[in-house]
């Protein structure tokens, strides 16, 4: 029931508000899982999440008229991808209990399933007759090249794209694999190339860059979070 409107219906303005809407501004906090200690507060601004959205909206060839399955909580940041991905370029946005409400139905048909691997896995031949998708996009976990082959059997014609990034970058890569092109890959599918306005370098002993096939760090590049909420120290540290 909240009114967000000026109280005319129209929309409220920079001066109703405590400051001006700015690029820069926070759009969410996300919590880190805290796998690798206290659970961290992630501030992703308003530049960060359309950079991506838009950049990803790209590699899924997403369009006005696309039809994008929201599936995933909104305690994971993939939730925003799928919305303002699909939004921010005129498409349709379903939202449903979560991914596994596909086994349930008679059919679907829409441009993107966006889903973790292991829980794709569970559903993808059940489903396999009775869905039609131009897009698969995995991301939350490591993606084997077995299951990239096992989705294009079961989903012929479809694109696959494995997406990549930490908590703290929103996304930061993606690699995509279309209908058209042959696959052989073995062990784990790459995370690909970094998105617009995005870097990535692998990175050894005092950040200096490693050669190539050399073991090092991955460090991300560009339109990144602010840090962590409330805690300068450890923002200093790993920003």
């Known amino acids: 029931d909240l009114d967000l409107t000026a109280g005319d219906g ?3 303005t920079d001066g109703e508000r405590s400051g001006a809407l700015r690029p820069d501004n926070v759009a969410y906090v996300m919590y880190t899982s805290g796998s690798t200690g206290v659970p961290k507060g992630v501030t992703i601004t308003h530049a960060g999440v359309l950079n991506d959205a838009l950049s990803l909206a790209g590699t899924m060839d997403l369009t006005a008229g696309s039809r994008m399955l929201f599936a995933t909580s909104v305690n ?34 829409g441009s993107v399933i966006s889903a973790v691997p292991s829980v794709f896995a569970e559903l ?7 869905t039609s998708v131009e897009t698969v996009v995995f991301a939350g976990e490591v993606l084997t090249s077995s299951f990239v082959e096992r989705v294009r059997v079961a989903l012929p014609g479809v694109r696959v794209v494995n997406g990549y990034g930490q908590s703290e970058s929103f996304y930061a890569t993606a690699f995509e694999l279309p209908p058209s092109v042959p696959w052989n890959g073995t062990g784990n599918a790459p995370i690909g190339r970094p998105l617009g306005n995005m870097r990535t370098y692998v990175l050894g002993p005092g950040l200096a860059p490693v050669p190539v096939g050399v ?20 923002t200093a540290e790993r920003f």
């Open 10 to 12: 129209s929309d409220l």
């Open 76 to 109: 994971f940041d993939v939730s925003a991808f799928e919305v303002f991905s699909a939004l921010s370029v005129g498409a349709t946005v379903e939202v449903v209990r979560d991914v596994l409400e596909l086994g349930e139905r008679d059919s679907w048909e």
């Open 124 to 130: 993808v031949d059940e489903i396999a007759d009775r």
């Open 215 to 234: 073991v090092g760090e991955l460090y991300v590049a560009g339109a990144v979070g602010r840090g962590y909420h409330g805690r300068p120290g450890l």
